[in-house]
């Protein structure tokens, strides 16, 4: 595995170049986005999507993203571009926004879990489109960590995840945005919010109107899209949600078992003898640090996080779909004690 820094304002054009090469030839290359860092590979190349899976560990019924520099080029993957979808890139691309739309054939099955739909997105980050634009062809990817662990955002966190299995790591330093785009569905008549992101609900129906919302589920048949299993984005350590008020009795409980517990918290007071990090009652800001800091508990061997639940605005649907994931007891919210 080859790592090369790369400054995320204005990307060194040979070090683009040599990952555009490796893309080109069927090799893996993560790459920063303005959400998570990518594993980046060919789309229409099936054999280099296969790297993709297996260097994750990722199940097969699980579909990618499928990143293109510019909106002209979403017609190289996807064969219909309603009007609904040119409103949403007009707002929002090259942004954290995914849609899905009906796949073109040169698509491989790899990339789409067989699914005859196609999800698409022109990242904003200046080193991604740098990339995908020398590129030259549509580059799949999903987020750049072993399947259902925390996403990666800076180069560091793919280096420690997926080592040797990743063929170059672009490292920009941390990403901005924080947590996976905001993925809709355009294939049916009502467009389906799959997964809540940091262009919120609101923000989309103000230019598509009503939005369909699937909510995380137990069920198979509530199941938003394959790939969204409900224990995904996790930590090493368990992860749990309480009140303000309980975050400090429930980090005791932790310490009294003889474990290190780890306090993600906004409002509520540091718990003695808890290792804590604060994050902004700001939802953009909150997201922007979240997985850093839950990295950073792991490191620190913290057993279980106590983490403050968070506002119930609709900015922070995003956050609050990550962390009940993310949770062990599932649920939006969180349930469990420690
Ligand atoms: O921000 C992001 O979206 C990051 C960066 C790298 O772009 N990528 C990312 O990819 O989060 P991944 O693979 O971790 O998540 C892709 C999500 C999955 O939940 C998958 O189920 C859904 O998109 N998806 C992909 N293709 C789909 C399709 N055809 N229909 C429905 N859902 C789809
Ligand atoms: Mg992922």
Not at 19 to 44: I, K, Q, S, W
Not at 217 to 238: E, F, I, K, V
Not at 253 to 275: M, S
Not at 295 to 320: F, K, N, S, T, Y
Request: aromatic share 4%.
């Amino acid at each position: 595995m080859e790592l090369l820094s790369i400054d995320p304002l204005h990307p060194d054009a040979a070090a683009i170049a040599h990952a555009a090469e490796l893309l080109r030839a069927g090799r893996l290359v993560a790459f920063p986005t303005e959400t998570v860092y990518g594993l980046g590979a060919n789309a229409l190349d099936p054999r280099a999507v296969e790297r993709i899976y297996a260097a994750k560990g990722r199940p097969a019924y699980n579909p990618l993203i499928v990143h293109v520099a510019s909106v002209e080029l979403v017609s190289s993957v996807a064969t219909a571009w309603p009007e609904r979808a040119a409103r949403l890139a007009d707002a929002f691309w090259p942004g954290p926004l995914t849609m899905v739309l009906p796949k073109r054939s040169v698509v491989p099955d790899g990339v789409t879990a067989g699914l005859p739909s196609v999800a698409v997105r022109v990242p904003s980050h200046p080193v991604a489109h740098a990339l995908l634009a020398a590129a030259q062809i549509p580059v799949a990817a999903p987020s750049a960590n072993r399947s259902m662990m925390l996403s990666p955002t800076t180069g560091r966190h793919v280096a420690r995840s997926l080592g040797d299995a990743v063929d170059l790591i672009l490292d920009a330093g941390p990403t901005t945005v924080g947590i996976e785009s905001t993925v809709v569905d355009l294939t049916s008549e009502e467009p389906v919010l799959l997964r809540p992101g940091t262009i919120s609900l609101v923000q989309l129906e103000a230019v598509l109107g009503p939005v369909r919302r699937v909510s995380a589920s137990n069920s198979d048949a509530a199941r938003p899209s394959p790939g969204m299993l409900d224990r995904h984005y996790s930590p090493r350590a368990a992860l749990f949600i309480a009140s303000a008020a309980e975050v400090a009795r429930q980090c005791a409980n932790v310490q009294a078992r003889g474990q290190r517990a780890g306090a993600l918290v906004i409002d509520a007071p540091a718990p003695a003898g808890a290792i804590t990090t604060r994050l902004a009652r700001d939802a953009g800001e909150y997201a922007s640090h979240l997985y850093a800091a839950l990295h950073d508990l792991d490191d620190a061997g913290c057993d279980a996080i106590i983490v403050e639940q968070v506002p119930d605005g609709p900015a922070w649907l995003g956050v609050r779909d990550r962390l009940a994931r993310a949770a062990r007891s599932g649920g939006e919210s969180g349930g469990g004690h420690p």
